[in-house]
Every structure is written in structure tokens, then in C-alpha cells.
């Protein structure tokens, strides 16, 4: 399981995120990028979201389950 962290002093809203995610983790509300999604998020196999963000305002950092 991993955590998505977006910084919203980076982030513009532009979209691109929601864009290249294949499985729809994020909307844009209010102008900035909000991982709605983050069941659906593929996880470290996947970063696209990371690697596709121009501004660098997307983090992905483990979460391990307290369960
Ligand atoms: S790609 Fe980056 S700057 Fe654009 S909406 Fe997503 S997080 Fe914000
Ligand atoms: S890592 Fe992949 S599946 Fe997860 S939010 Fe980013 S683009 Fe979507």
C-alpha cells in the first residue's frame, strides 16, 4: 500500500495527473490535485502520476497497515 502526498504550494491544478492515472486516483477540486481514489492506486509498480507531474508536487511514500 502506498501514500500519495500532494504539495498545493506546487501544485496548479493543470490536470495532468488525472490525466495519465489509469485508474482515476485523482480530481481536481478547487484548482489543485486530490488523490480521491487512493484504493485504486496501483502503487510503487506504477509512479506515473510521480514521474508525469512537471511541477515535482507529487510524493509517493509507503504506508504500511496498522492491521
Ligand atoms: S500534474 Fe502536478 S501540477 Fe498538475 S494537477 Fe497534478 S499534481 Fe498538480
Ligand atoms: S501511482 Fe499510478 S495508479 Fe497510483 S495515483 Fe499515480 S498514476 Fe494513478
Known amino acids: 500500500m502506498v ?3 500532494v504539495d498545493e504550494s506546487k501544485c496548479t491544478g493543470c ?3 488525472k490525466f ?5 486516483v485523482y480530481e481536481i477540486e478547487k484548482g489543485k ?15 506515473l502520476c510521480v514521474e508525469y507531474c512537471w511541477k ?4 509517493q511514500t509507503e504506508r504500511h497497515n496498522a492491521s
Open 56 to 59: 515535482e508536487a507529487i510524493q
Open 15 to 17: 490536470g495532468d495527473c
Open 3 to 5: 501514500k500519495i502526498r
Open 20 to 24: 495519465i492515472c489509469p485508474v482515476g
Open 33 to 47: 490535485a486530490v488523490p480521491v481514489d487512493m484504493e485504486s492506486c496501483c502503487g510503487k509498480t506504477c509512479r
